[in-house]
């Protein structure tokens, strides 16, 4: 069978991450026989500039007929203007909405050879493997907003609010993941001040004795959560918790690997594409200078081989041949002390390919 995925590089370094990624999937497809398509669209600002919107219909349109999506990055000082009607952030969330992706997740493991790289202590951040999935489409972010008179001048508010539904259905997904890796699962939320957090908690509850009572789980505050993250990493498997709260526990967990650079994510629904892409933003500050890092884009491909094309030992191959490659020493300028040597963005990605063909040959051999 032929594998579809639509490509959408998008803006800033996008381009240059998403094409080692793609040459990646396209030595797993060689190496494992299997056939991929690639069909490439356009989203964020490279789509207002090239049609008016960030998200054109043809995109949608690709996206939906394949079989999974992976997004390079969007947004730009090009488009920054807070006032436009059309931004590169809308093509992301309508795409979001589009494919009913409704978990991200987001992995952060830290590589024993990258473990000084971060500002942590590398006591505090040895054996960290975890996993963050953030609920992706309710929320503060898609309440209730607006602004009204008020004596002082405006009077600004934005909503927050989940259905027992959403949270049962992110809930059941973080369980079930957890089940695949150290069987832990913390909730975290801000039960003690807000109503929808109240809510959140005992359906957390709820579904994790009725249908995961072999998963050891427990509730977190948000605030607690943040600290924890920073004084004790590795204790952590999977965190599951709302859009806001994951929306900052993400960004703040990435720095524990040493960069954002190295970190993927996928956002899935119950039927249809997934979208895949790095964690990072679009970086226009190094655009065009072939120095960005590319493993979060790859390893966004290895989770794509194994949650929307069921091909495991592809992604396990991948993700085999980053480790190989950090192992070595090879380093993009973001993993490095001053002086110390680089590869491009290309080099990296060589690097990889390379390590994906001789493990895939070695590991037939075995």
Same mark, same amino acid.
């Given at each position: 069978?032929?594998?579809?995925?639509?490509?959408? $590089?998008?803006?800033?370094?996008?381009?240059?991450?998403?094409?080692?990624?793609?040459?990646?999937?396209?030595?797993?497809?060689?190496?494992?026989?299997? +056939? /991929?398509?690639?069909?490439?669209?356009?989203?964020?600002?490279? $789509?207002?500039?090239?049609?008016?919107?960030?998200?054109?219909?043809?995109?949608?349109?690709?996206?939906?007929?394949?079989?999974?999506?992976?997004?390079?990055?969007?947004?730009?000082?090009?488009?920054?203007?807070? +006032?436009?009607?059309?931004?590169?952030?809308?093509?992301?969330?309508?795409?979001?909405?589009?494919?009913?992706?409704?978990?991200?997740?987001?992995?952060?493991?830290?590589?024993?050879?990258? $473990?000084?790289?971060?500002?942590?202590?590398?006591?505090?951040?040895?054996?960290?493997?975890?996993?963050?999935?953030?609920?992706?489409?309710?929320?503060?972010?898609?309440?209730?907003?607006?602004?009204?008179?008020?004596?002082?001048?405006?009077f600004a508010f934005?909503?927050?609010?989940?259905?027992?539904?959403? @949270?049962?259905?992110?809930?059941?997904?973080?369980?079930?993941?957890?089940?695949?890796?150290?069987?832990?699962?913390?909730?975290?939320?801000?039960?003690? @001040?807000?109503?929808?957090?109240?809510? *959140?908690?005992?359906?957390?509850?709820?579904?994790?004795?009725?249908?995961? $009572?072999?998963?050891?789980?427990?509730?977190?505050?948000?605030?607690?959560?943040?600290?924890?993250?920073?004084?004790?990493?590795?204790?952590?498997?999977?965190?599951?918790?709302?859009?806001?709260?994951?929306?900052?526990?993400?960004?703040?967990?990435s720095v524990l690997?040493?960069?954002?650079?190295?970190?993927?994510?996928?956002?899935?629904?119950?039927?249809?594409?997934?979208?895949?892409?790095?964690?990072?933003?679009?970086?226009?500050?190094?655009?065009?200078?072939?120095?960005?890092?590319?493993?979060?884009? /790859?390893? !966004?491909?290895?989770?794509?081989?194994?949650?929307?094309?069921? *091909?495991?030992?592809?992604?396990?191959?991948?993700?085999?041949?980053?480790?190989?490659?950090?192992?070595?020493?090879?380093?993009?300028?973001?993993?490095?002390?001053? +002086?110390?040597?680089? @590869?491009?963005?290309?080099?990296?990605? /060589? =690097? /990889?390919?390379?390590?994906?063909?001789?493990?895939?040959? =070695? !590991?037939?051999?075995?």
């Amino acid at each position: 069978m032929k594998a579809k995925i639509t490509v959408l $590089a998008g803006d800033g370094v996008g381009p240059e991450v998403t094409d080692e990624a793609c040459k990646v999937l396209e030595a797993i497809a060689d190496q494992f026989g299997r +056939n /991929i398509e690639f069909t490439d669209a356009s989203i964020g600002g490279r $789509a207002i500039d090239e049609f008016g919107t960030a998200l054109p219909e043809e995109t949608v349109e690709f996206c939906l007929e394949s079989d999974a999506v992976l997004l390079g990055a969007v947004g730009g000082p090009k488009w920054d203007d807070p +006032n436009a009607s059309v931004r590169p952030e809308q093509g992301l969330l309508g795409l979001r909405k589009a494919l009913g992706v409704f978990a991200n997740l987001r992995p952060v493991r830290v590589y024993k050879e990258l $473990a000084k790289s971060g500002p942590l202590k590398e006591e505090l951040v040895a054996n960290v493997d975890l996993l963050v999935i953030r609920e992706l489409t309710g929320g503060i972010y898609f309440g209730e907003r607006g602004r009204r008179p008020d004596p002082s001048g405006e009077f600004a508010f934005d909503t927050m609010g989940y259905s027992t539904g959403e @949270v049962e259905r992110i809930v059941r997904l973080a369980a079930g993941k957890a089940k695949g890796r150290r069987n832990k699962l913390t909730s975290v939320d801000k039960a003690n @001040v807000l109503e929808v957090s109240r809510l *959140w908690r005992s359906t957390a509850a709820r579904v994790m004795q009725d249908e995961f $009572a072999d998963v050891e789980f427990e509730h977190g505050l948000v605030d607690a959560a943040a600290m924890h993250l920073i004084q004790r990493p590795a204790d952590f498997d999977v965190i599951v918790t709302g859009n806001l709260f994951g929306d900052i526990l993400t960004d703040e967990a990435s720095v524990l690997a040493g960069s954002m650079g190295l970190l993927p994510s996928a956002s899935l629904g119950t039927s249809g594409p997934g979208l895949y892409e790095p964690i990072h933003g679009s970086a226009p500050d190094i655009a065009g200078k072939d120095i960005a890092n590319p493993i979060g884009m /790859i390893l !966004s491909a290895a989770m794509l081989c194994r949650e929307s094309l069921g *091909w495991a030992k592809e992604a396990d191959c991948i993700e085999s041949a980053v480790e190989k490659v950090i192992q070595s020493g090879v380093r993009t300028p973001d993993l490095v002390r001053a +002086n110390e040597p680089t @590869v491009s963005t290309k080099e990296m990605g /060589i =690097s /990889i390919v390379s390590a994906v063909r001789e493990l895939s040959v =070695s !590991s037939m051999v075995a």
